[in-house]
C-alpha cells in the first residue's frame, strides 16, 4: 500500500479557485492537475519522489505513487505543500482588508478559498522569471518545458514521465549554444547560468534573503545579479519567500486589471498604483494575485 498522509486544513480552501490557477490551460510540465488532485514529482538529494495530492473537504490527501518516503522526504514534502498552496495565510483577515473597497469587494465572494498559489522553489521561480521576460505566457511555458525536459530529471510511472525542475548544478554547467537550441536568446541563457551558478556556490539562495534585513534590500540583492531586473525580483520574493508587501510593477497583466476595475488610467501611472496599494498593507501581494485571477471574467 502507498503511504498517505493527511494535511488539516483550518481556513478558507476552495479545490475548485486553487484547481483552477493550476490549470489555466497552459502546458506546465511540473505537474499535472485532474479533477480532483495534482500529481508532482521531487526530488530531495538522492530521493526521487511521485505524489498524489488529492484536495478533499478540510483536507489535502498527499498519496506516494513510488514507495515510502524517509521521514527526512516526509518533512520536505509536507511544508513544501503548505507553502505551495499557502496554508498558513488567513484568508478571513485579507478579505476584511478589501471589503470596504468599491473596486474588491466582489473578490471574497467570487474567488472564495482562493489561496495564494506559491513557487517555493527560488531557484525555479527566477528562472521561469527570466524566461517569460518580454515573451507571451504560452510560449513561455514552451520553452520551460524544453528546458526542464533536457536538463531535469524525471520519474517514470505507468508509461508516463514525470519532471523535476533542473538543479543549479545541471544549469550552472549548461552549453549556451544548446540553451539558445531551446529558443532562449542569448542573454537570457546567460542570465540562467549565471543565475544557477549563484546557487551552486551559495551565494544565492533563500536563506541569503532571509537574512537580509528587508524587502527593499532583497530586491537590491537580487537586481545586483546580472539578468535580474525589478519585475523578475518582484515576481520571485513574492512567489518564492511570500513577501506580501511585493508589488511586480509593469506586469502586463497587472496593469489591465488595474485599469479594467477603474483603479488607474494610465498604465505607466506608478505612482497611482502605489497609491492604490498603500491602502492595504501587508496585502499587496494577494491583491495582485486576485487581480491576475479576475482577468478570466474580465
Known amino acids: ?14 479545490t475548485k479557485e486553487c484547481l483552477w490557477f493550476l490549470n489555466r490551460g497552459f502546458d506546465d510540465c511540473i505537474y499535472r492537475v485532474y479533477p480532483d488532485k495534482v500529481r508532482r514529482a521531487f526530488k530531495l538529494e538522492s530521493e526521487t519522489m511521485l505524489v498524489d495530492i488529492y484536495l478533499k473537504p478540510g483536507k489535502l490527501l498527499v498519496e506516494w505513487l513510488n514507495g515510502e518516503p524517509s521521514e527526512q522526504a516526509l518533512s520536505f514534502m509536507l511544508n513544501f505543500i503548505t507553502d505551495w498552496f499557502d496554508l ?10 478589501i471589503a470596504k473597497d468599491q473596486q474588491l469587494a466582489y473578490m471574497p465572494d467570487a474567488f472564495r478559498g482562493l489561496r495564494f498559489i506559491g513557487m517555493p522553489d527560488l531557484f525555479e521561480a527566477l528562472c521561469w522569471g527570466i524566461i517569460g521576460q518580454q515573451i507571451n505566457l504560452k510560449f513561455a511555458y514552451t520553452i520551460k518545458r524544453k528546458l526542464v525536459e533536457k536538463y ?30 531551446l529558443q532562449l536568446s542569448t542573454k537570457k541563457a546567460e542570465y540562467l547560468i549565471t543565475i544557477a551558478t549563484a546557487f551552486a556556490n551559495g551565494t544565492l539562495s533563500k536563506q541569503v534573503l532571509f537574512e537580509l534585513p528587508d524587502f527593499d534590500s532583497r ?31 509593469g506586469d502586463a497583466g497587472l496593469v489591465n486589471a488595474l485599469i479594467g476595475h477603474g483603479i488607474i488610467t494610465n498604465k505607466t501611472d506608478k505612482q497611482a498604483i ?25
Open 219 to 249: 530586491v537590491k540583492f537580487l537586481t545586483g545579479i546580472r539578468g535580474i531586473g525589478v519585475w523578475t525580483a518582484s515576481y520571485a520574493l513574492m512567489k518564492s519567500l511570500k513577501e506580501r508587501s511585493s508589488i511586480p510593477y
Open 152 to 181: 531535469g530529471e524525471y520519474i517514470d510511472h505507468e508509461d508516463e514521465r514525470y519532471y523535476v525542475f533542473p538543479t543549479p548544478a545541471q544549469l550552472a554547467g549548461a552549453d549556451i549554444n544548446e540553451l539558445k537550441q
Open 1 to 14: 500500500m502507498n503511504k498517505k498522509v493527511e494535511i488539516a486544513l483550518t481556513g478558507l480552501f476552495s
Open 88 to 97: 498558513d495565510t488567513d484568508l478571513e483577515a485579507f478579505y476584511n482588508a
Open 274 to 298: 502605489s497609491d492604490f496599494f498603500k491602502k492595504f498593507p501587508g496585502w499587496e501581494s494577494y491583491i495582485v494575485f486576485y487581480l491576475w485571477r479576475s482577468l478570466a471574467v474580465q
